[in-house]
């Protein structure tokens, strides 16, 4: 029979005990920034798309320009998603 293979880390790592290494901590960080200026996008496009829709009578149709700004609120919302999961 074959013997198993090799554990993937032998040793436990000296930044290990921080819990993260200065390059994760970095990339962590740049996540997080990322994460905090798509929200703070979204935000601000719901707000208007908001305020465009009150604007609007009830017989009026919806118009182009709010497609276009409720699929890119679309966009941002799955952006954030993906930085949410990572």
């Known amino acids: 029979m074959p013997s198993p293979p ?3 880390e032998t040793e436990p790592h ?3 005990a921080t819990g993260r290494t200065p390059s994760q901590r970095a990339l962590l960080q ?3 920034r990322e994460f905090r200026e798509s929200l703070a996008s979204l935000s601000e496009r719901v707000n208007e798309l908001k ?3 009150a604007e609007l009578h009830s017989s009026s149709i919806f118009s182009v ?3 276009k700004q409720s699929s890119e609120i679309e966009r941002l919302a799955k952006q954030l998603k993906n930085l949410a999961k990572s």
């Open 14 to 16: 000296a930044a290990s």
């Open 30 to 32: 740049q996540q997080e």
């Open 51 to 53: 305020e465009e829709v």
């Open 65 to 67: 320009k709010i497609y």
């Open 6 to 8: 090799e554990p993937a």
